[in-house]
């Protein structure tokens, strides 16, 4: 089978989690000053992950298209000394 395997302990250390983020929502929303803070860094945290995924998955894009230039230079080059 492909289905993911979640266990008991990882879905409640999710819900956990999930709660402790909605408190410090709660706590920003109703102006305390620390729940503010932390409500900013988290969303700062996500954007860094997403500006790095990006970057990652772009340099992997372009790296690979380098690749393949470069592989079907070679490719010709060895074509040609043959002939």
């Known amino acids: 089978m492909l289905a993911p ?39 700062g945290f996500a954007v860094a992950i997403v500006v790095y995924a990006a970057s990652y998955l772009l340099i992997r894009v372009v790296g690979g298209v380098s690749d393949r230039r470069q592989q079907r230079q070679t490719n010709t080059s060895a074509g040609d000394a043959a002939s």
């Open 5 to 43: 395997q979640y266990s008991l302990r990882r879905l409640l250390a999710l819900v956990t989690l999930s709660g402790f983020v909605c408190l410090i929502v709660a706590a920003a929303a109703q102006g305390r000053l620390w729940g503010v803070a932390v409500a900013i860094a988290m969303c």
